[in-house]
């Protein structure tokens, strides 16, 4: 029996930097953060015991002269206006890279009135609303292929999309775009820019890898992380013996009996939200159980 963590999960580096700043401006004093900080139950229980309290957007709105950390999905200027008038301090952790993102669209969206910005990304993520809100929200957002009804093909489109989406499903959709025919027949014009962050982009196909080779995979992640669900689709398409758990309490001597012999692989891996240390409480919890079991 052998239990490996897959060294390409965990935190991205604009979580892992938010969570630092995090640390940092605890020990300044209160500190609160608008939206859970990362898609991970885990990992916000154990902020808020070190002091930071989530808030959601009608607290932040009734908050005055405070501390108020932006997390690394980036906001809409709308928030910054906010702040502004309720005079609270933003300690500001938005990803540089999505930071740069929303300055690309805005620009974009100033320079070319009368096109229409077009979001390959999720409706209501968090990230896609602080982008959204580079065009005073008239940006169309598409979730996939199925949804090219919703483009005016009228008016000149520029497409980004959201930093975490699919690099594949990315280019199928500006194919698609491009073989319309107003596109085609130079009726409008079209331009794309990939904006996809390199640091997850990958992460896609090196799951499938680890799903493969591994024997059973134990894939650790929060409910409400959609990259979690995303990720552990494809660990299932390649192995079967894909387990979805929230932390190391899922793991039973049961499901031990039930999966695991002396010459299992198992594999655990996680979503750009799941904390290593959640990982490792949990390689940690089968060898425990393993060894119980070995001892009877
Ligand atoms: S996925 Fe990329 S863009 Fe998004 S927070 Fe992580 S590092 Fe930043």
Known sequence: MQVTIDSGSGFCFGVTSAIQ???EE???GKLYCLGDIVHNGQEVERLAAMGLQTIDYNEFRCL?????LLRAHGEPPATYEQAQKNGIEIVDASCPVVKRLQERIRETYLKHKNAQIVLFGKRGHAEVIGLQGQTDNTAVVIESIDELGKIDFNRDICLFSQTTKSVEQFHALKEAIVFREEVRMGKICFEWH???CRNV???VEKIRMFALN???VV???GSKSSNARVLFTHCKEVNDRSFFIADEDCLTAQWIEDNITDTTRIGICGATSTPLWLMEKCKNKIEQL???KSRQ
């Not at 005055?64 to 108020?68: A, T």
């Open 201 to 203: 982009a990958g992460r």
């Open 26 to 28: 605890l020990k300044n």
């Open 219 to 221: 894939f650790v992640g």
């Open 64 to 68: 005055h002269n405070v501390r108020v």
């Open 194 to 196: 990939d904006t996809i």
């Open 21 to 23: 700043k995090a640390e």
């Open 290 to 292: 393993w060894n119980t």
């Open 214 to 216: 591994n024997d059973v």
